[in-house]
């Protein structure tokens, strides 16, 4: 389907799509096996300005939004889920310094964020903190002019590699959520370590790590927004973060996609080719019309908040829901359709099926999200009987 | 450092085919693309650039179409661009080709170094080179693998590929020097470059613009003349064998023998 | 100057130079043949249209030399570290042939510094004269004072035609003296014929990656140059009862010169060199792993031939660049070329289909490969190279 992008979207995707399939694909199932950051690819993303495109100009960006980030995520993803992580999760780490961000902290850091020079992180999940985000432990205590950060964060994409983290902190702990504060902490800061590398199902092309303050002592002006506003800066950046997460979707199952056309155009079976087979036919044409459903409400709602429409927790949760059960969905029958040769890790498929799992998952579970809609949804519609 | 790449726009071959009713190529969706050698002078040109500064111009010689190759050079790191297109240039061979663009080369002016590919992948013929060396009376340096390093005194230190290893060599600029593509890898264009360059102004030469002999342009200023253009014959049908692996491979051996070709000893027939 | 036209009153707009055109530069206008700026003037619209004579090119041409000065065939004798290069005896090979139709003399330019030895080898092929100069500042790979050279001597000698090898070094040598003489090269040629009523040497190259063949004249402008493809024509056979002779030219001052060698490396492997070999086995996107080349090794070496190698296998990293075999890589002409899971694409063929005999392994038997070959064995590389090996070994 046309969307009818600009020349510069035009571009954007183009160059994209130009670097998955000359530069990506042909690494990504080596990073899979591997289980290795692509540092090579980051610096291609970089070289290349993709990191550029939802960085305002003022800050060395081209000044787009959302959109453009999600056209790249999905292009990226289409050949490898878990490199094109390396941009998102960057992407996740820079939209909170974009949105609250002080002029000083964004001269400081998006210049860089924006060339690929350095990448970010965002750190909210502990080990007792997933979907219950307000049950988190780590701490940052008001000491003079500066904040000493305690406790530890689980599970953190581009842990390792990032240069910068927006850390979800309680700076006073007897609040809860409303004593939460967001703090950026450069990797490197005293009291700043890594832990173990997670083994991973999918997305292995990505370093999935621990990270461990202790006594880490930050300045007051990494504070983002004001103390207290923690979980207002985690939640506004989800909004804006959640059609990538739905992008990245996407774009793994167009890549699942296009496997199984292929596929099943080669594979002769009874003496013909078994796309001739209307059982083949229907699976292909259901997963295509899902991806292109997905992509539709995706790249609308990406529109939307960039037109700068007032709460999109809900159409946003959409993006996520709908495209990584999409995902989940056409890539098991991608897998399906490739029969034994999908299974098997020599043909692209089955790590497709791994990766996707992911999307239903992180950036809030698909039942927090649907609890989300739900939520909203009532709200609405209290809000307009009265 | 003045730097000056050539380069041609090519039909993307390894998509031409032949048409079997009238015996020519099918041009239809074939692409047009920068000759892949001359891409590889283009990455060249700029690498060098990068480390010793200066400009690279990028020049190419052809219809006005072209222009799209020349933005593509300029996203990928080119400064200035610069396209000889005049309907009398039309018809040239390499004579009239490196005489048309050595005086592009000589109007942009104090030029270190010219750079192109070993050969465009149409015509295959890798002379316009020292062709446009021998016009501009400088020393030319084919096939070049590694341009090692530039010396204050101007002397350029090289790796030129041979059949049997390479060379080292060391000459004075200025210098032609054509490249293979184990000079380097070509990056990709940046968005920053595709931007710039869909703005850049391409400058467009004539052969007015450029101090030349009208009578060297073009098919008039070219002593070769193509009189006839055919497909090669296609080879006779091969025999294929498709059964039993050692069975083929005996089959082989023995046609082979019979073609007066020894493999091996005798005993191999079974 | 040069033109094309279309006579509209003889066009009928029949299209088919539209067809014929391998560059898209003539349209359909109102049914009425137009030429855009694409044009090359190649002519391929105007054997199109013989039938009804429409499009007319007109040739002016800068410059004629005087044609009836120039005699006999000369060949620029390539030699490196002393020895010919193996083209010489080649080139030398399609002189005499051509001189048995033109009854002219044949000669060889030779330039180096003690080739005494090698002018007298040059006789032994029956080349009439050999016009030398011996001086030590004539180095092996001085192109840079030998265009100059070159030119001189032929200016003073004023052969018809003058032929170099299609070898890296010949290629960047004669564009530098045609230029510098103002006269045409065709380079890489594959066929070098008399034209019986004209007397101009047709000269016939692949191009667009061996895709179209296309013939070549030079009709005013002397000598008639051409780089010959390597391994393409017979060699000259040697004789004992050499009559030719060696004229010096020593007058000729020799410059100092510009490019300075600094170092020669023979590549450490013995199986590169592509251009020479008689066998070639080389192995593609199918050998799916760089310890899998030891298998081509193997079989390189039991026949005693070189190792190549398709783009795939080298941009994959499999194996060095210096291997590539195709349009991009180096064209190779040997006895027999054994393509082990090549899949054949144009790229690649453009650089083989020279070869004598080509012999195709491949496990998909709808590889392109085997439109070219002359025998191919459909099966599992992995299988078949072992068992030729095995048979091969006895």
């Known amino acids: 389907m046309n969307y009818f992008l600009t020349e510069e979207q035009q571009m954007i995707k183009e160059l994209a799509a130009k670097i998955a399939d000359e530069k990506i694909r042909p690494i990504a199932h080596e990073y899979d096996e591997k289980e290795e950051f692509p540092a090579e690819i980051v610096k291609v993303l970089g070289q290349a300005d993709l990191y550029r495109v939802f960085i305002p100009e003022e800050y060395e960006g081209l000044g787009g939004g959302v959109f453009e980030m999600c056209l790249v995520v999905e292009e990226l993803s289409r050949a490898c889920g878990g490199i094109a992580l390396a941009y998102a999760a960057s992407g996740l780490g820079i939209i909170p310094i974009i949105l609250f961000g002080t002029e000083e902290q964004k001269k400081k850091y998006l210049p860089k964020l924006a060339s690929g020079e350095i990448i970010a992180a965002f750190a909210l999940t502990e080990p007792d903190a997933g979907s219950d985000a307000g049950a988190i432990k780590t701490t940052a205590k008001p000491e003079g002019d500066s904040y000493i950060i305690n406790g530890t964060k689980q599970w953190i994409s581009n842990g390792g590699d990032a240069s910068i983290y927006t850390v979800i902190t309680l700076t006073d702990p007897s609040r809860g959520a409303r004593g939460s504060s967001a703090i950026l902490v450069d990797k490197g800061t005293p009291g700043f370590e890594f832990g173990k590398k997670e083994e991973k199902m999918g997305i292995r092309g990505n370093s999935t790590r621990e990270l461990i303050f202790q006594d880490c002592k930050v300045p007051k002006t990494n504070l983002l927004a004001k103390e207290g506003m923690g979980f207002m800066v985690a939640m506004k950046t989800f909004d804006q973060s959640r059609p990538g997460v739905a992008s990245q979707a996407i774009g793994i199952a167009q890549g699942a996609l296009d496997e199984a056309v292929r596929y099943s155009t080669e594979r002769h079976q009874f003496g013909k080719p078994i796309s001739s087979f209307q059982a083949i036919q229907f699976m292909l044409a259901d997963m295509a019309t899902q991806i292109e459903a997905a992509r539709a409400l995706t790249l609308q709602v990406a529109r939307s908040i960039d037109a700068g429409e007032k709460n999109v927790a809900k159409i946003s949760s959409m993006t996520k829901v709908f495209a990584s059960d999409v995902a989940m969905k056409v890539t098991t029958d991608a897998v399906q359709i490739l029969g034994g040769y999908g299974y098997m890790r020599e043909y692209p498929v089955e790590k497709m099926m791994r990766d996707a799992k992911i999307t239903q998952i992180y950036e809030g579970t698909n039942q927090i999200q649907r609890e989300v809609i739900g939520m909203n949804l009532i709200k609405e519609t209290l809000r307009k009987k009265k | ?270 | ?394």
């Open chain 2, 1 to 270: 450092m003045n730097i000056v790449v050539c380069i041609k726009q090519v039909p993307d071959t390894t998509d031409v085919k032949i048409n079997p009713e009238t015996n020519t190529l099918i041009r239809e969706g074939v692409e047009s693309i920068i000759n892949p050698f001359d891409a590889y002078a283009i990455e060249e040109g700029v690498r060098l650039k990068e480390k010793y500064g200066g400009t690279v111009n990028v020049l190419s010689m052809g219809p006005p179409q072209v222009d799209a190759s020349l933005r593509e050079a300029i996203s990928l790191g080119a400064d200035e661009a610069y396209l000889l297109t005049d309907r009398t240039f039309a018809g040239a061979d390499t004579l009239a080709t490196a005489y048309t663009l050595a005086a592009g080369i000589r109007k942009i002016g104090d030029v270190d170094i010219i750079l192109m590919g070993r050969q465009a992948i149409d015509g295959d013929t890798g002379q316009v080179g020292p062709e446009v060396a021998e016009n501009l009376d400088i020393p030319h340096v084919t096939d070049i693998r590694k341009i090692e390093q530039i010396d204050d005194q101007g002397s350029i230190y090289l790796e030129r590929l041979l059949e049997e290893g390479y060379v080292r060599l060391k000459t004075k600029l200025p210098v032609v020097i054509t490249v293979v593509k184990e000079i380097n890898e070509p990056r990709l264009p940046s968005l920053k470059g595709k931007m710039l360059a869909k703005k850049k102004e391409i400058n467009t030469w004539s052969a007015k613009d450029v101090e030349v002999n009208e009578k060297r342009l073009g098919l008039t200023g070219s002593p070769t003349q193509v009189v006839k253009i055919f497909t090669p014959p296609k080879p006779a049908g091969g025999k294929v064998f498709d059964g039993d692996i050692k069975d083929s491979v005996g089959k082989l051996l023995r046609e082979l023998r019979a073609s007066g070709i020894l493999m091996g000893s005798e005993k191999g027939d079974e």
């Open chain 3, 1 to 394: 100057m040069s033109s094309i036209e279309v006579i509209f009153d003889k066009c009928i707009g029949c299209g088919l130079c539209v067809k014929a055109c391998p560059f898209a530069a003539i349209e359909l206008v109102d049914k009425k043949a137009v030429i855009n700026e694409k044009c090359t003037y190649c002519g391929a619209c105007v054997d199109a249209c013989k039938k009804y004579q429409a499009i007319v090119i007109t040739r002016h041409t800068f410059e004629k030399h005087d044609v009836t000065q120039y005699k006999g065939i000369c060949v620029y004798a390539e030699h490196r570290h002393g020895k010919l290069s193996s083209v010489v005896a080649e080139i030398i090979g399609a002189a005499l042939k051509l001189k048995n139709i033109l009854k002219v003399p044949t000669s060889a330019i030779l330039l180096g510094h003690n080739v005494k030895p090698l002018a007298e080898e040059i006789l032994s092929y029956g080349v009439d004269e050999v016009w030398m100069i011996d001086n030590p500042k004539i180095g092996d790979f001085a192109e840079d004072i030998q265009a100059g050279l070159v030119t001189q001597v032929i200016l003073e000698k004023k052969p018809e035609i003058f032929l170099g090898g299609g070898t890296i070094f010949g290629r960047s040598l004669l564009p530098k003296v045609a230029s510098n003489i103002g006269t045409g090269l065709t380079a890489d040629c594959t066929e070098l014929e008399i034209d019986p009523e004209t007397k101009l040497l047709k000269q016939t190259r692949p191009a667009f990656g061996g895709n179209i063949m296309a013939t070549i004249l030079c009709q005013y402008h002397r000598p008639q140059m051409a780089t010959v493809r390597h391994k393409v024509m017979k060699e000259a056979a040697k004789t004992d009862s050499t009559q030719g002779k060696i004229i010096e030219m020593n007058h000729i001052p020799v410059p100092d010169p510009v490019i300075e060698v600094l170092e020669f490396v023979q590549e450490e492997s013995e199986t590169v060199n592509l251009a020479d070999a008689d066998f070639i086995i080389s192995g593609g996107r199918g050998i799916k792993d760089p310890k899998n080349f030891a298998l081509i090794q193997e079989l390189a070496k039991a026949v005693g031939g070189a190792v190549g190698a398709s783009r795939a296998a080298v941009d994959a990293g499999w194996i060095p660049y210096s291997h590539q075999v195709g349009q991009t890589g180096k064209t190779v002409n040997p006895k027999i070329y054994i393509a082990c899971g090549i899949s054949g694409a144009i790229q690649h063929l453009a650089g083989m289909k020279g070869s004598d005999i080509i012999i195709a392994i491949n496990s998909d038997p709808e590889a392109p490969i085997f439109d070219v070959a002359h025998f191919g064995i459909v099966g599992d590389l992995f299988e078949v190279v072992p068992e030729l090996l095995k048979q091969i070994n006895g």
